[in-house]
Structure formats: C-alpha cells, structure tokens
Nanobody
C-alpha cells in the first residue's frame, strides 16, 4: 500500500519560509510522479507542484512559480517543498499524492490524476 506522511507545516509571517517534507512508503520511489497539493477552507484542492522521481522533471502552478521549489531525496524516499516569500493566500492544508499517469497528463496538476493521499500538514501565513 502506497502511503505518504507530510510534515513541516506551521505558522509563519508573510514573507517567511517553510520546508514541507513528504515521506513515502509502499512504492518503488523511482517510478512515480509525486505532487504537492493544497486545499484552503471553502476552496477546491489545487495542484502546487509535481516532480518526476525518475528524471527530476518538475511543474509548478503559476501562483507559486519562483517562490516554491520541489525536490526529492530518493535514498530517504522523501519529497520536499521549499516555500519562500510566503503569502497569506498560501494558507491551506498541504498534501502529498502520487500518480502513474504519463507526465503530460500529470503536469496539468489536476488532483483527479493523483491518489494515495496523505493526511496533510497545515500551513498558516499571517499577514
């Protein structure tokens, strides 16, 4: 069974930084696209960033380009999301999930193409 455990969330002032971690288990880490998604209260879940664990290709939502960076540590089966210059609108629960769909499909950042969702970690950005 594929499982993800997210950590690293918290409360930060606007302009600050956080690094989220997602620890994977139950999968061959090098064969998946793994993504970070977020969901704010009253809003739909949206894709933030994804990465191919096989070749390192990545894709970002326009709202986070230039501020967030996704990376992996294959030995530890971890996926990180470095979040800089945080804004109040980044406040949400952040989740990890995986996809076996082709890259050109996963790169659309649609949650419908991902599964095995973790429990999430809360990020709150104070203004």
């Amino acid at each position: 069974e594929v499982r993800f455990v997210e950590s690293g969330g918290g409360l930060v002032q606007a302009g600050g930084s956080l690094r989220l971690s997602c620890t994977a288990s139950g999968l061959n880490f090098d064969d998946y696209t793994i993504g970070w998604f977020r969901q704010a209260p009253g809003k739909e879940r949206e894709g933030v960033a994804i990465i191919s664990t096989s070749d390192g290709d990545s894709s970002y939502a326009d709202s986070v380009k230039g501020r967030f960076t996704i990376s992996t540590d294959g030995a530890k089966k971890k996926v990180y999301l470095q979040m800089n210059v945080l804004k109040p609108e980044d406040t949400a629960f952040y989740y990890c999930a995986s996809s076996t769909r082709p890259w050109w499909v996963a790169a659309a950042l649609s949650p419908a193409n991902f599964g095995s969702w973790g429990q999430g970690t809360q990020v709150t950005v104070a203004s």
